[in-house]
């Protein structure tokens, strides 16, 4: 198909023609890997399906028709009191559980890596918020004590799982919410598929006010689709309007039909499938194990795999061109880790290429797996591959786990409005950020209006090609 298509008039198909005839296996978002399957055998004759709303058919937005009536029966299925379809992704999710649970302002406790929307959301809703370095850093015993010094704190907002698959039980976290009124909000969107499993490792289960997950991206469902999950009487009634404050009037009832049949596999095929994917995964994670690879051995999602690999000496960037290579796409990369998303729809042979591609690379760099995988020796073995002691600093403050988190000394929304300038990174050292800077994946802001921009965020905006950044005057 390649040959026929006019670059100059259709890039974008001829790109992604283009990748297509690469023939990677894609473990990578979204959750349908590329591969036909008949949980969206429909779309084979996909234009008599593309509409908008008629009479009979209603709107994304209200709570009738055939729209609320499949939302009610994802509801019944996946357990929870109420479900709302999202053509906007867990965007617009989460922009529209901020508004419920902080409308009117406020502050809400960010706690570890965030998603670009949810600041965002921030500017919107003029919300101030307080950040706390990592989950692993959100102690019952901290949050209260944020809560007992502010008294106009709305809700605490974390992710879970987060993008590298690590799952934290929020029981205790959400007992503390209902103490203090206040709501706690969840970024799950790369958790959609864990319904498929045991309540036990679920977030969707473990306590929670509101919930945004993706199903586009680890269920057979259309890129764009996800699901607004509300747990609590006290936003139900106003829940539609929230969506409809910040989505699309033209929402697609390709990607609304496309969440109804994932509803409808995760009910007919989901453990069976995500089962066998589990299974595989395991064999997978022993295989690196052998190979030099470290993992990741708390609570985790049973089908997402996460490399370390730092042993090898070698960084995450070097590690995705190496599995490239191999036909194999990561779902993404930062300095010692990488990152991949199982698909439902993977075969055995896949595993398998996978494994033959685990194993190639740990015997290239195996002779540095009898080294201390310290600081000093990842850089210098690091070097070989061009990577510098810098770089690799940088690679490990990109995940977003900057010392003091960010020194926010205006709201978001105050900074978004002022009059601005733009200097280069260096410069911009001790100055306040007027914009949202976010490399992506994972979508987590480097700077963040209001927030001071310090030397380490200055060296990650570099170290992704960014050499200069707005700042307030």
Known sequence: MGDSI???????????????????????????????NNALAIFNDILKYDITELDGLE???????????????AAEVLGVKKLLYSTGGSTLCIQAMLYLAAGKGGRVIFAGGLHKSAINACIL????????????????????AILREYNDVKAIYITNPDYYGRIYNTAELYELCCNYNISLLVDGAHGAHLSCFDKSINPLYMGASMTAQSAHKTLPALTGGAWLCIHE???????????????STSPSYLIMLSLELAVNW???????????????????KAKALQYGFEVYNGISDPARITL?????GISGEVAAGLFRDCGIEPEMYDGNNIVFILSAFLKHNDF???KSAICFIGEKYSVYTSLQPDFKVKNRLGKACGITDKNTEIYEEKAFSYGKYIDMQMSPREASLLDFEEVGC?????????????????????????????KRASAALKSCGIFTVKVVK
């Open 125 to 144: 809703l003029d919300i101030t918020p307080v950040f706390i370095k990592s989950l692993d850093d959100l102690t019952c015993m901290k949050a209260e």
């Open 352 to 354: 398998e290429r996978f």
């Open 266 to 284: 995760i009910k007919d095929h989901g453990k069976e499938s995500f089962s066998r994917i589990s299974d595989e995964c395991s064999y997978v």
């Open 308 to 312: 370390n690999t730092s042993r090898l």
């Open 233 to 247: 009487d006290r936003y139900l009634h106003n829940a539609k309007y929230a969506m409809s404050m910040f989505g």
């Open 59 to 73: 709107s994304l937005y209200s709570d009738m028709g055939a729209i609320a009536a499949s939302e009610r029966y």
């Open 426 to 454: 260096e410069a911009a050292c001790g100055r306040i950020a007027a914009e949202i800077i976010c490399p992506c994946p994972p979508g987590t802001p480097i700077t963040i209006p209001g927030g001071i921009i310090d």
């Open 6 to 36: 006019d670059k100059s008039r259709f890039p974008l198909l001829y790109t992604v023609d283009e990748y297509i005839k690469k023939d990677r296996i894609r473990m990578h978002t979204p959750g349908h890997g590329g591969r036909q």
